[in-house]
């Protein structure tokens, strides 16, 4: 038998065991109260911030933060070793319930934004097709390639080829083999743009006209159109760089009168059909004999005006029988061959025809001066 001690302690131990139980049996009921309110609390903020938002985006933001791998409902699955083993599928089921439904949500908030988004998209792409054309804007030609493209319509009517030439050139092409021999005031670097002793910036386009003639390919009818470069200062009348166009003949028999006959009919072509030409001496080294061609006023009809200074006549190119010796340096026989050559400037010719006052005006890209033409 136990003494009355022994079985007053064994039921204080008794006690003390039952109340441990009891009070973790609470814990752990509290802990899936704990679970179920955090739940609950996550489904009710997801569900607002679902209503709430206006972008695919955000929509995006709230998946991940809530269904993630590192979101709230993952979250609270790694605290389900907390729970009674009894209890786990209870509250594993009711995080599937919250997911489920925070997804749902989502996919029909998501659905019925993108609906939204596509039917505005549509609704301001509609085309009106009773409206009138908007007109498109498209580049417009400068007055010099429309002046370019005249002159060489003019000569190639006339049986003319259309060549180019190097920009940068050796100094025998650009001056020695037209007659400019070392000394010669048109070689002074004042006027020319050197690269090195030998190598520059073509001055003029007479230099293409080396070029073909030492190809052999007689006769030759030729314009060669390109920029050409000289140390002038910029004003209303010069600039660096501009343009010219080079004309050459080689053939038998050619003479001056089919120099004359050639670019009257080309300035009456460009000018219009009463124009004039007179030719006027002067001196080229690359020809012989050389002259200056003017053309009847197309303004006054040679009666004089501001625009001709009152003269009648106005100064358009220079031009000239090649001479015999740049003939004989481009292995031409000039006892068999004769030719004649011209050259115009194009921008003069582009200041004339559509009366402009200032060579700038060409190339500052004015689109309120460009789009006159």
Not at 132 to 152: C, D, F, Q, S, Y
């Amino acid at each position: 038998m136990h003494s009355p001690v022994q079985r007053n302690y064994a039921a204080r131990a008794a006690h003390g065991a039952r109340g441990a139980g009891e009070n973790l049996e609470r814990k752990i009921k509290r802990k899936e109260e704990q679970m179920k309110e955090k739940l609950e609390q996550i489904r009710a903020e997801a569900l607002r911030q679902i209503a709430s938002s206006d972008a695919l985006d955000k929509l995006n933001e709230i998946r991940v933060n809530y269904l993630g791998k590192k979101g709230e409902l993952t979250a609270v699955l790694k605290g389900l070793k907390d729970v009674a083993p009894e209890e786990r599928p209870k509250v594993g089921q009711l995080v599937n319930e919250t997911r489920e439904e925070i997804e749902k949500v989502l996919d029909a908030s998501k659905k019925k934004m993108e609906r939204t988004l596509r039917e505005a998209k549509m609704k301001a792409e509609v085309i009106d097709v009773t409206l009138p054309a908007k007109k498109n804007n498209v580049g417009h030609r400068h007055p010099n390639t429309i002046a370019l493209e005249e002159v060489e319509r003019i000569f190639i009517g006339m049986g003319y080829e259309v060549v180019e030439g190097p920009e940068v050139e050796k100094d025998y092409y650009n001056f020695e083999a037209l007659n400019i021999p070392d000394g010669h005031p048109a070689k002074d670097e004042q006027d020319t743009f050197y690269i090195t002793g030998d190598i520059l910036l073509r001055t003029q386009t007479s230099s293409t006209q080396v070029h073909e003639m030492e190809k052999g390919r007689i006769p030759i009818r030729m314009i060669a159109p390109g920029r050409v470069f000289r140390s002038d200062e910029v004003d209303a009348t010069h600039s660096p760089s501009f343009h010219q166009i080079e004309g050459l003949v080689i053939d038998r028999n050619i003479t001056f009168a089919d120099l004359k006959g050639t670019l009257a009919e080309f300035a009456r072509e460009l000018f219009g059909e009463k124009t004039k030409v007179k030719f006027r001496p002067h001196h080229f080294p690359f020809t012989e004999p050389s002259a200056e061609m003017d053309v009847s006023c197309f303004k006054c009809g040679g009666s004089g005006c501001r625009f001709c200074k009152g003269s009648g006549w106005i100064e358009i190119l220079g031009c000239g029988m090649v001479h015999p010796h740049v003939l004989e340096m481009s292995g031409i026989n000039p006892e068999e061959y004769t030719g004649f050559a011209f050259g115009v400037g194009l921008e003069r010719i582009a200041l004339l025809k559509y009366e402009i006052d200032d060579m700038r005006l060409l190339y500052e890209n004015d689109i309120r001066f460009l789009k006159q033409f």
